[in-house]
């Protein structure tokens, strides 16, 4: 423990109190006040002084004590709390000012003896907490007249909710939007709230969900936030903790019915909470905390504490606590903020409170209030006092050494986890209660309507209900077709027993004269008049097997951080990062300790369809070691980027350079005649491998078709027996599927597929491949024959055509990239940029950071959850954008050979920019920022082990001392002493293991890592194990059955991500992004529209968040400090101890209290 200073006092001479005690000053003297009539003093110590306080007594003893008396510092609260180690702590180290005594009032006197027989004190600290008589405490201030720490009226005020609120308020202090529903006990049904499906009013305000539900009695700690419907809906209910939980979510979704509340909107942090703990206006320390929204689940180190961490208050957070506790009155005190969208705005405040075992914060609190107590009560007593003085802290950082560089950014581009194969049926209806639905959402303002909520969902299944009773009277054989229509719209809508906002929409739009053509499901109907197109879009959900990957793969991304590698290969099982008090050797936890550190910059942003954003949550919930549902991480830590295109595309609006490509595509792919040279020249300019073999696979296009077609001709009726067999009747497919599902699926595809004219509809090949994918990797089980060759062969047709369709020259795939692309790209060039500005993010307090690689400093992370569109362009730009020379540069070469081999884009698939700072270098020059770039094809075909093109491994620049560096070829070498090789990244995560379902072991390890030697061939083998991606052989799991879930399903692992280069400078990154984004003028307009959406005052909303105007958008626009401190005021000559103030920035006197970052 440090020893704080004793407070100098008058030299060393006699102290007050018996002489045997003299030579300990030391000694902390706090003693238990007792009754008058009492003879004994209790001791609370035998080591303590036997001390009196009385006055008579002092002069009893005059002889030996000197002239001047003690001030009693007397301490009034309930035993709990008086005898709380941080009080214990705090106390002794006051009893060293060599004239103060602490007096602590007995709990029994508090409450059962009166007032005047409470112990005299000089200065009292006394505070409210459950069962304290406050009353009493008032009365006895009134009495005795102390000098009040903590004022006792404003107390009264600290346990309403709204009296806080209203205080804050008239103190200008920045609060969530709020509302207060006041309900009278006697009739709680009178009051002005109306309850919506996605909202609340109170008062008239409206809060869209998510919000949070306060109860007005602050000592009430069942606190609700809502989610919406959009996001899985239900609650979370946040409570005093119990042991390791401080919440728990809930499926109810809608409001307490008794009781007054407050409602306020929900404020996007990212994940932390950040307590405050003042000590006068002058001192605060902060530290911050894990939500106890997120997960509900407490962070304990070893000793079973919570896990928080000191960070540094901006000046205006210092104004803040400032303010916070003077308006209050109280000097000890404790109030709560939320940083987010670059604001700060405080939530809640507790009133006195002390931070619980930091010896630095004992040392500090002890020190103001001996000061405070020594300045406004020595004079009076004429007690010799100077205020103390102490060399200022100086923060250590060691320095950086070797050639190891320091992370800076990762930027990564990730398509969304497996999902259910995306459907949709279009069927035109007339009944008058289809357009009353259309009007009452406004259809007729635009023409069109997306309907998604649940309730609006309900009503077209309630017309279809109707309808098809109307229908099963009259036996038309003209309604025949639309009565299968209206079966499959009931089918799907009743699919899952619940709506979830996520899982289907519906879009109607007005035909003015009905439906133009006839395509193969519409049958021609002759009816004139207007009529409206229904468009039913199910499916493209994430899968179970989705999920996992994506929070496999966030696990497996911790390992490309600082400190993120274990140093032993053991250690790898440990249970759970709480384990080790400091994360120790846990992989990835360095990753975990920057980031509730706050030195992790992080956002995550998805594309407004659910399957990314869900991807995204299951990706975070990997990524930072979070335990339970996706609903509460997806709405705290997932940003909606859907502003104008960032990530979303809107698959309507296709470019022109598009739809000259795909009419290209089709002709092509018409012909009834094997490929001729021409045709290769024409498909496969670039003669990419994997375009020039699915070609050969192919031959005649034609004739493909044909052969598929007739495949999935075998396939529905194979179905349609099994259906028909009662044993089969109720099997269950993957993911709550039925048969007839199946079917339909299926059926449609054949209808679709082979049009009218006999001829074969190209753009359907996407959604063949991608339903028998589906089936044969989920639903194996069911043993339908000959999918196999129907995956062949739709696997080799779209393999041309899905990129083929992002352009087939060089010049079309850039044009149409850009199309794309370009807001992300600008948006990845101001990521890079602003990281070596280091701007006023959230950074750790330096005295904290000892022993952490310049602690100013933070990685900055930026994750990018998108769909397959994003995906091809933002490679198909760095493939052809010229941003290297691959005549020049071998390394380049060898990555767009690895490239051009790779067939397809699956679901995660990764694009990741890492930015590396080597400190040696000088700062202008340009070798001192470097950025690597890294790729990964995503998730493992069926059987894709045989011909999988072989890139060169994870190798990032900043392994250490490069000379040291073993072959990459063999595991052995890797495992030695690299600690900085990201030996887990170069393995894929093999996930073929037991499902999620059956795996709720803690998740916060990757369990799976077996020695086994590459060499040996695992074939036939259910391996728990990441492969050695080292070992070329590339070992083939054969899907062993029974390792199923759900029915029958495997999760395929994930490829390791490959380096494509790794020494190119920040500057040419940066002058190549340029260019790209220069040169497609027409995507311009429209970036510098996203841009500006981005950041302008318009700060980065959370996915859920309601827009709204804010000055600064925090760690996206960087907050220049201006150069003169931004507040300096001299407080007067006694203000604060040196280590007054909570930033490290202190006047040398300790006497000047600066802001400033």
Same mark, same amino acid.
């Given at each position: 423990?440090?020893?704080?200073?004793?407070?100098?006092?008058?030299?060393?001479?006699?102290?007050?109190?018996?002489?045997?005690?003299?030579?300990?000053?030391?000694?902390?003297?706090?003693?238990?006040?007792?009754?008058?009539?009492?003879?004994?003093?209790? !001791?609370?110590?035998?080591?303590? &002084?036997? /001390?009196? @306080? #009385?006055?008579?007594?002092? =002069?009893?003893? +005059?002889?030996?004590?000197?002239?001047?008396?003690?001030?009693?510092?007397?301490?009034?609260?309930?035993?709990?709390?008086?005898?709380?180690?941080?009080?214990?702590?705090?106390?002794?180290?006051?009893?060293?000012?060599?004239?103060?005594?602490?007096?602590?009032?007995?709990?029994?006197?508090?409450?059962?003896?009166?007032?005047?027989?409470?112990?005299?004190?000089?200065?009292?600290?006394?505070?409210?907490?459950?069962?304290?008589?406050?009353?009493?405490?008032?009365?006895?201030?009134?009495?005795?007249?102390?000098?009040?720490?903590?004022?006792?009226?404003? !107390?009264?005020?600290?346990?309403? &909710?709204? /009296?806080? @609120? #209203?205080?804050?308020?008239? =103190?200008?202090? +920045?609060?969530?939007?709020?509302?207060?529903?006041?309900?009278?006990?006697?009739?709680?049904?009178?009051?002005?709230?109306?309850?919506?499906?996605?909202?609340?009013?109170?008062?008239?305000?409206?809060?869209?969900?998510?919000?949070?539900?306060?109860?007005?009695?602050?000592?009430?700690?069942?606190?609700?936030?809502?989610?919406?419907?959009?996001?899985?809906?239900?609650?979370?209910?946040?409570?005093?903790?119990?042991?390791?939980?401080?919440?728990?979510?809930?499926?109810?979704?809608?409001?307490?019915?008794?009781?007054?509340?407050?409602?306020?909107?929900?404020?996007?942090?990212?994940?932390?909470?950040?307590?405050? @703990?003042?000590?006068?206006?002058?001192?605060?320390?902060?530290?911050?905390?894990?939500?106890?929204?997120?997960?509900?689940?407490?962070?304990?180190?070893?000793?079973?504490?919570?896990?928080?961490?000191?960070?540094?208050?901006?000046?205006?957070?210092?104004?803040?606590?400032?303010?916070?506790?003077?308006?209050?009155?109280?000097?000890?005190?404790?109030?709560?903020?939320?940083?987010?969208?670059?604001?700060?705005?405080?939530?809640?405040?507790?009133?006195?409170?002390?931070?619980?075992?930091?010896?630095?914060?004992?040392?500090?609190?002890?020190?103001?209030?001996?000061?405070?107590?020594?300045?406004?009560?020595?004079?009076?007593?004429?007690?010799?006092?100077?205020?103390?003085?102490?060399?200022?802290?100086?923060?250590?950082?060691?320095?950086?050494?070797?050639?190891?560089?320091?992370?800076?950014?990762?930027?990564?581009?990730?398509?969304?986890?497996?999902?259910?194969?995306?459907?949709?049926?279009?069927?035109?209806?007339?009944?008058?209660?289809?357009?009353?639905?259309?009007?009452?959402?406004?259809?007729?303002?635009?023409?069109?309507?997306?309907?998604?909520?649940?309730?609006?969902?309900?009503?077209?299944?309630?017309?279809?209900?109707?309808?098809?009773?109307?229908?099963?009277?009259?036996?038309?054989?003209?309604?025949?077709?639309?009565?299968?229509?209206?079966?499959?719209?009931?089918?799907?809508?009743?699919?899952?027993?619940?709506?979830?906002?996520?899982?289907?929409?519906?879009?109607?739009?007005?035909?003015?004269?009905?439906?133009?053509?006839?395509?193969?499901?519409?049958?021609?109907?002759?009816?004139?008049?207007?009529?409206?197109?229904?468009?039913?879009?199910?499916?493209?959900?994430?899968?179970?097997?989705?999920?996992?990957?994506?929070?496999?793969?966030?696990?497996a991304f911790r390992c490309m951080y600082p400190g993120g590698q274990a140093s032993n290969r053991r250690s790898l099982g440990c249970e759970s990062p709480i384990d080790f008090g400091d994360y120790a050797g846990f992989p990835g936890c360095g990753l975990l300790r920057l980031h509730s550190t706050y030195r992790h910059d992080l956002k995550i942003y998805a594309s407004d369809e659910g399957r990314v954003q869900m991807t995204a949550a299951a990706f975070a919930k990997g990524l930072l070691a979070l335990e339970g549902e996706l609903t509460p991480i997806l709405v705290q830590m997932v940003?909606?980027?859907?502003?104008?295109?960032?990530?979303?595309?809107?698959?309507?609006?296709?470019?022109?350079?598009?739809?000259?490509?795909?009419?290209?595509?089709?002709?092509?792919?018409?012909?009834?005649?094997?490929?001729?040279?021409?045709?290769?020249?024409?498909?496969?300019?670039?003669?990419?491998?994997?375009?020039?073999?699915?070609?050969?696979?192919?031959?005649?296009?034609?004739?493909?078709?044909?052969?598929?077609?007739?495949?999935?001709?075998?396939?529905?009726?194979?179905?349609?027996?099994?259906?028909?067999?009662?044993?089969?009747?109720?099997?269950?497919?993957?993911?709550?599927?039925?048969?007839?599902?199946?079917?339909?699926?299926?059926?449609?595809?054949?209808?679709?597929?082979?049009?009218?004219?006999?001829?074969?509809?190209?753009?359907?090949?996407?959604?063949?491949?991608?339903?028998?994918?589906?089936?044969?990797?989920?639903?194996?089980?069911?043993?339908?024959?000959?999918?196999?060759?129907?995956?062949?062969?739709?696997?080799?047709?779209?393999?041309?055509?899905?990129?083929?369709?992002?352009?087939?020259?060089?010049?079309?795939?850039?044009?149409?990239?850009?199309?794309?692309?370009?807001?992300?790209?600008?948006?990845?060039?101001?990521?890079?940029?602003?990281?070596?500005?280091?701007?006023?993010?959230?950074?750790?307090?330096?005295?904290?950071?000892?022993?952490?690689?310049?602690?100013?400093?933070?990685?900055?992370?930026?994750?990018?959850?998108?769909?397959?569109?994003?995906?091809?362009?933002?490679?198909?730009?760095?493939?052809?954008?010229?941003?290297?020379?691959?005549?020049?540069?071998?390394?380049?070469?060898?990555?767009?050979?690895?490239?051009?081999?790779?067939?397809?884009?699956?679901?995660?698939?990764?694009?990741?920019?890492?930015?590396?700072?080597?400190?040696?270098?000088?700062?202008?020059?340009?070798?001192?920022?470097?950025?690597?770039?890294?790729?990964?094809?995503?998730?493992?075909?069926?059987e894709d082990e045989e011909n999988v093109p072989l890139g060169f491994g994870f190798r990032p620049a900043s392994s250490e001392n490069q000379d040291k560096k073993p072959n990459q070829g063999s595991l052995e070498d890797l495992s030695q002493d690299q600690p900085d090789q990201a030996l887990l990244i170069s393995e894929p995560i093999n996930i073929q293991r037991r499902s999620p379902m059956i795996r709720n072991r803690k998740t916060g390890s990757m369990e799976v890592l077996s020695e086994t030697s590459p060499t040996q061939s695992s074939k036939g083998s259910t391996s728990h194990r990441?492969?050695?991606?080292?070992?070329?052989?590339?070992?083939?799991?054969?899907?062993?059955?029974?390792?199923?879930?759900?029915?029958?399903?495997?999760?395929?692992?994930?490829?390791?991500?490959?380096?494509?280069?790794?020494?190119?400078?920040?500057?040419?990154?940066?002058?190549?992004?340029?260019?790209?984004?220069?040169?497609?003028?027409?995507?311009?307009?429209?970036?510098?529209?996203?841009?500006?959406?981005?950041?302008?005052?318009?700060?980065?909303?959370?996915?859920?968040?309601?827009?709204?105007?804010?000055?600064?958008?925090?760690?996206?626009?960087?907050?220049?400090?201006?150069?003169?401190?931004?507040?300096?005021?001299?407080?007067?000559?006694?203000?604060?101890?040196?280590?007054?103030?909570?930033?490290?920035?202190?006047?040398?006197?300790?006497?000047?209290?600066?802001?400033?970052?």
């Amino acid at each position: 423990m440090s020893e704080p200073c004793d407070g100098p006092g008058p030299g060393p001479g006699p102290g007050a109190g018996d002489g045997q005690g003299r030579g300990q000053r030391d000694v902390p003297r706090f003693v238990l006040g007792c009754d008058d009539d009492e003879q004994g003093m209790c !001791q609370m110590d035998a080591g303590m &002084r036997n /001390e009196m @306080y #009385r006055e008579e007594e002092m =002069e009893d003893d +005059d002889d030996e004590s000197p002239p001047e008396r003690q001030i009693v510092v007397g301490i009034c609260a309930m035993m709990k709390k008086s005898k709380s180690k941080p009080m214990t702590q705090i106390l002794e180290r006051l009893c060293k000012f060599d004239y103060i005594n602490v007096v602590i009032f007995p709990e029994e006197v508090i409450l059962e003896e009166p007032v005047e027989k409470w112990p005299l004190c000089d200065c009292l600290i006394s505070f409210h907490s459950k069962g304290f008589p406050l009353d009493k405490a008032v009365e006895y201030a009134k009495l005795r007249n102390p000098l009040l720490i903590n004022d006792l009226n404003m !107390q009264y005020f600290i346990q309403d &909710r709204r /009296e806080v @609120y #209203r205080i804050l308020r008239e =103190e200008g202090i +920045d609060l969530p939007r709020y509302a207060v529903l006041n309900r009278d006990p006697d009739n709680p049904e009178e009051c002005n709230l109306v309850e919506g499906e996605d909202h609340v009013e109170v008062n008239g305000e409206v809060f869209p969900k998510p919000f949070v539900e306060k109860p007005v009695c602050a000592e009430d700690h069942n606190v609700y936030i809502y989610y919406p419907t959009s996001a899985g809906g239900g609650s979370q209910r946040l409570f005093r903790k119990i042991g390791s939980r401080s919440s728990v979510y809930s499926p109810e979704s809608s409001v307490r019915k008794t009781g007054s509340y407050i409602y306020e909107e929900f404020m996007p942090t990212d994940g932390t909470d950040v307590k405050v @703990y003042t000590v006068g206006p002058d001192y605060a320390h902060a530290e911050a905390r894990k939500s106890p929204a997120l997960d509900g689940k407490v962070e304990r180190d070893s000793e079973g504490k919570e896990i928080r961490y000191p960070v540094m208050l901006t000046s205006m957070e210092k104004l803040v606590a400032r303010k916070v506790c003077l308006a209050f009155k109280q000097t000890v005190c404790g109030f709560d903020l939320l940083r987010a969208n670059g604001h700060s705005f405080v939530c809640d405040v507790n009133g006195f409170s002390f931070v619980k075992n930091s010896m630095k914060y004992y040392d500090d609190c002890a020190k103001v209030l001996g000061n405070m107590v020594m300045r406004e009560l020595a004079p009076q007593f004429h007690i010799p006092w100077s205020i103390p003085m102490e060399a200022e802290d100086i923060p250590i950082v060691p320095t950086t050494s070797g050639t190891m560089m320091e992370l800076r950014c990762v930027i990564a581009i990730i398509r969304h986890g497996d999902r259910t194969p995306k459907q949709k049926m279009k069927m035109e209806v007339r009944h008058p209660l289809f357009f009353e639905l259309f009007e009452k959402y406004g259809g007729y303002k635009s023409g069109k309507l997306k309907l998604k909520k649940p309730k609006q969902l309900q009503e077209v299944l309630d017309i279809a209900r109707l309808l098809l009773v109307e229908l099963g009277q009259h036996n038309d054989c003209e309604i025949e077709e639309k009565k299968s229509k209206l079966e499959q719209l009931k089918t799907v809508l009743e699919m899952y027993g619940h709506f979830s906002g996520i899982n289907r929409k519906v879009q109607l739009t007005y035909l003015r004269n009905g439906q133009p053509k006839a395509s193969s499901e519409e049958e021609d109907s002759k009816k004139d008049g207007p009529s409206l197109l229904l468009v039913l879009k199910w499916g493209g959900e994430l899968t179970p097997a989705g999920r996992v990957q994506a929070e496999e793969l966030g696990r497996a991304f911790r390992c490309m951080y600082p400190g993120g590698q274990a140093s032993n290969r053991r250690s790898l099982g440990c249970e759970s990062p709480i384990d080790f008090g400091d994360y120790a050797g846990f992989p990835g936890c360095g990753l975990l300790r920057l980031h509730s550190t706050y030195r992790h910059d992080l956002k995550i942003y998805a594309s407004d369809e659910g399957r990314v954003q869900m991807t995204a949550a299951a990706f975070a919930k990997g990524l930072l070691a979070l335990e339970g549902e996706l609903t509460p991480i997806l709405v705290q830590m997932v940003k909606s980027a859907n502003m104008n295109g960032l990530l979303d595309s809107d698959s309507d609006s296709l470019t022109d350079c598009q739809q000259k490509v795909k009419a290209r595509l089709h002709e092509i792919m018409q012909k009834d005649q094997e490929f001729t040279e021409v045709d290769y020249q024409k498909l496969a300019p670039t003669s990419s491998p994997s375009l020039v073999n699915s070609m050969k696979v192919i031959q005649n296009p034609v004739k493909t078709c044909d052969k598929v077609y007739a495949l999935i001709q075998s396939l529905t009726s194979q179905i349609r027996k099994r259906l028909e067999d009662p044993k089969s009747a109720d099997l269950q497919l993957y993911h709550s599927e039925t048969l007839e599902l199946m079917l339909q699926r299926w059926s449609k595809l054949e209808r679709d597929f082979r049009m009218k004219n006999g001829r074969y509809d190209i753009s359907k090949i996407p959604d063949i491949y991608d339903c028998i994918k589906y089936d044969s990797q989920h639903n194996a089980s069911v043993g339908l024959e000959d999918t196999l060759e129907l995956f062949r062969l739709s696997r080799a047709l779209a393999d041309i055509v899905i990129p083929q369709e992002y352009g087939i020259s060089k010049a079309e795939k850039l044009d149409i990239a850009q199309a794309y692309c370009v807001p992300l790209m600008k948006k990845i060039q101001l990521d890079l940029q602003r990281t070596h500005e280091d701007e006023a993010v959230n950074k750790l307090h330096p005295l904290y950071s000892r022993g952490v690689m310049s602690p100013g400093r933070h990685v900055r992370t930026r994750l990018y959850f998108t769909s397959e569109s994003h995906v091809h362009s933002l490679l198909s730009i760095f493939r052809y954008g010229g941003l290297l020379d691959e005549k020049k540069d071998w390394q380049w070469k060898q990555a767009m050979d690895y490239l051009s081999a790779v067939t397809e884009l699956n679901y995660m698939t990764q694009i990741v920019i890492m930015l590396y700072e080597d400190n040696d270098k000088e700062p202008s020059s340009e070798e001192r920022f470097h950025v690597e770039l890294h790729f990964s094809p995503g998730v493992k075909g069926c059987e894709d082990e045989e011909n999988v093109p072989l890139g060169f491994g994870f190798r990032p620049a900043s392994s250490e001392n490069q000379d040291k560096k073993p072959n990459q070829g063999s595991l052995e070498d890797l495992s030695q002493d690299q600690p900085d090789q990201a030996l887990l990244i170069s393995e894929p995560i093999n996930i073929q293991r037991r499902s999620p379902m059956i795996r709720n072991r803690k998740t916060g390890s990757m369990e799976v890592l077996s020695e086994t030697s590459p060499t040996q061939s695992s074939k036939g083998s259910t391996s728990h194990r990441l492969f050695p991606s080292c070992s070329r052989q590339s070992p083939e799991i054969k899907p062993a059955s029974g390792l199923g879930f759900e029915g029958c399903s495997m999760v395929p692992s994930i490829f390791p991500l490959e380096t494509l280069h790794n020494s190119l400078s920040l500057k040419q990154v940066d002058e190549f992004l340029n260019t790209v984004c220069e040169s497609s003028s027409e995507a311009h307009a429209k970036t510098m529209k996203v841009l500006s959406s981005l950041f302008d005052s318009q700060s980065q909303t959370s996915l859920y968040s309601p827009q709204q105007p804010l000055s600064s958008s925090g760690s996206e626009t960087s907050l220049r400090p201006p150069s003169q401190p931004l507040w300096h005021g001299s407080v007067p000559s006694s203000a604060v101890s040196s280590a007054g103030p909570s930033s490290p920035v202190t006047e040398s006197s300790g006497l000047n209290f600066s802001f400033s970052e």
